[in-house]
């Protein structure tokens, strides 16, 4: 169902700073106040838009290396607005951790390995508190790739 309009207000807070021996941190936090209307009608949060999610990230970074650990949360939202019987299909917070190194062979070769989705986080979603109405997991994933500059 389109709606017929929807009231978005948020900030969104982030730093990053690197530190002289490499290392660094990043992080961000973003509130979002959203309200709905279908109708004419408050039917509450707008989907698809968490109220709250946040991001921190651990880096290094030299000549030759650059590491990175994060971990990104993303709060409970609105799936669907009415799914069932006029309850809302709501998705539960959800925390994804990714990590990455990569090292520069030469001025031309660099080889990097990312790790994704490393706790093995997965997405649920409920009608009310306590109905299942969602599921969905991807499984760790492993990338190791080679870069080459011709």
């Known amino acids: 169902t389109n709606g017929d309009k929807a009231n978005v207000m948020g900030a969104e807070f982030g730093v990053q700073h690197f530190f002289d021996n490499g290392f660094g941190v990043r992080a961000n936090y973003t509130y979002v106040d959203t309200t709905a209307y279908v109708d004419g009608v408050n039917v509450g949060q707008l989907e698809g838009v968490s109220e709250s999610a946040y991001s921190l990230a651990l880096i ?36 994804w951790v990714t990590a990455s190194l990569a090292y520069q062979l030469t001025d031309k070769i660099q080889i990097s390995l990312e790790g994704r989705n490393l706790t093995d986080a997965y997405y649920v979603s409920r009608l009310r508190a306590d109905i299942p109405a969602g599921f969905e997991t991807w499984g760790r994933t492993y990338i190791l790739t080679v870069n080459a500059k011709l």
Do not use: N
């Not at 030759?64 to 607005?81: L, M, P």
């Open 60 to 95: 290094y970074e030299d000549e030759h290396w650059s590491a990175q650990i994060a971990a990104d949360y993303s709060g409970k939202y609105t799936e669907v607005s009415d799914a069932v019987g006029g309850l809302s299909q709501i998705g539960d917070p959800i925390t």
